[in-house]
Each structure stands twice: as C-alpha cells, then as structure tokens.
C-alpha cells in the first residue's frame, strides 16, 4: 500500500519560454522562485534542447516551466496518450468566477499568444454540488479548478 502522496510540482514544457513564464506570473499571481540553465546528463538526455527551468509557486503549488529549443509547438492530438488535464482546488464558489475573468482578460488583453483559443468553460456545478471550470494555458494545457463544499471552507 502507497503512503500518503502529494504533489511536489507540475512539469510544464515550451517553446515560447517568456510568454508562458509570463503567462504563469501573470495568470496564477505567481512568484518566480528560481532558474536552472546548467543540466545533467540525465535531463539533457530527457529532454532535449532544454536551454532552461524556472520555478514558480502559487497558492502552494509549484510550476517548473521547461524552455525547449527542440519542441515541436504543436499540441498532442485528442486522440494521443496525454495527461488530460490537473485540476487545482480553490477555497470558494466565488474563486472560480475571479479565475475566469482573469484569463479572459490576459487574453484580451493580447499581450499573451496562445497554442488554443478556446475560451474557458462556463462554470458547471454537478449533482454533489461540485462546480468545475475548465481552461488552458498558453500551450494547449488543460487546467480544471474546482470547488468542493466543505472540502476547503475554513
């Protein structure tokens, strides 16, 4: 039987290093925390074209964003074996408007370019009374926020 697990970080690649590590910044009310541009055997085999990693923490989740020279630009098809999506809790139903304007405005705001345009999801609410917003960053990576009643409320 597994120990109790928990997520140490959140391995994000891209070819467009200052407009993702912006975006995250921007978008997550993030800090940058560290840089890499030396690697190890081990990493340079792993990824390719690496040229750097940064750190960036928000709310206690910590992003690394990997800059890949080599990177094709293109998003896995549908159809692909791919991590479909994280999904990251917040504290309150409220949030989830806030998370939504707030990509809605980055990208309005054109400052960002971005692999999908698809606009973020309305916010559902299912049977348990869970509700879920679905969006992405600027490379075509899906994030699902959600709220659970009474999982996070202090």
């Known amino acids: 039987m597994l120990t109790v697990l928990s997520v140490h970080h959140v391995g994000v690649q891209t070819d467009h290093f200052e407009n993702c590590l912006n975006w995250y910044l921007d978008f997550f009310e993030a800090e940058q925390i560290w840089q890499l541009d030396r690697f190890s055997r081990l990493t340079l085999r792993r990824l390719p074209g690496i040229r750097r990693l ?30 479909q999506h994280v999904c990251l809790v917040v504290d309150g139903a409220e949030e989830l408007s806030r998370i939504r304007l707030r990509w809605l405005k980055l990208y309005k705001s054109g400052r960002y370019k971005f692999m999908l345009p698809d606009p973020p999801t309305e916010i559902v609410t299912d049977a348990d009374g869970i509700q879920s917003l679905y969006l992405f960053d600027v490379n075509g990576l899906e994030f699902e926020f ?6 996070t409320d202090g």
């Open 146 to 151: 959600t709220y659970v009643p009474g999982e």
């Open 54 to 83: 940064t750190e960036v923490t928000a709310g206690g989740v910590r992003f690394h964003l990997f800059d890949r020279v080599t990177h094709t630009g293109k998003t896995p098809s549908p159809d692909d074996f791919l991590f």
